[in-house]
């Protein structure tokens, strides 16, 4: 039985990584950035397709330790945000946050993802440098709100780091 277990874990495991894509690409040119938002839901027997907001800047910039995080969001009491993060990986997520501790008594919860495909430029940055990137995230369906949405990120990313 714990053979078994083991091999469905590790099963499950290359599942999950055969849907992550990093790429890097030195000879990448991407002229602007544009992130567009796309919210799949499903209520009763019919799929919507809710366009959101596109990025035409990083929200956020900032270094935590070692790793550069890029961040697409909207200001407001609650929401989603894209955060890529760069160090010696190059990573994705979706994070979900609220005003108040609303994901299992927490402001904050990150989204297990389907998909992740990124190209980039270069893994490691310093101030001035240019990030260049291509990107397509989308997340497995979240069941705590009202028609299990998909949510995805797609676009391009092109930002001069400039951190004082």
């Known amino acids: 039985m714990k053979i078994s277990l083991v091999h469905v874990m590790l099963l499950f495991s290359i599942c999950k990584l055969a849907g992550q894509l990093v790429d890097v690409e030195?000879?990448?040119?991407?002229?602007?950035?544009?992130?567009?938002?796309?919210?799949?839901?499903?209520?009763g027997e019919k799929d919507l397709v809710l366009k959101g907001p596109i990025f035409e800047v990083v929200s956020k910039a900032s270094y935590e330790g070692d790793t550069l995080k890029l961040k697409f969001y909207e200001n407001g009491l609650a929401g989603k945000a894209l955060v890529v993060s760069i160090s010696e990986t190059v990573t994705a997520g979706i994070k979900l946050w609220s005003d108040y501790p609303a994901f299992d008594g927490k402001y904050s919860k990150y989204l297990?993802?389907?998909?992740?495909?990124?190209?980039?430029?270069?893994?490691?940055?310093?101030?001035?440098?240019?990030?260049?990137m291509k990107l397509k995230c989308r997340s497995v369906a979240f069941d705590g709100y009202a028609g299990h949405p998909k949510f995805e990120y797609v676009g391009t990313i092109r930002h001069v780091i400039a951190l004082e």
Do not use: A, P
């Open 26 to 43: 030195t000879t990448l040119v991407v002229e602007t950035t544009q992130i567009k938002t796309i919210d799949y839901s499903t209520f």
């Open 112 to 132: 297990e993802l389907e998909l992740s495909e990124i190209t980039i430029n270069q893994k490691t940055f310093k101030n001035g440098d240019t990030v260049m």
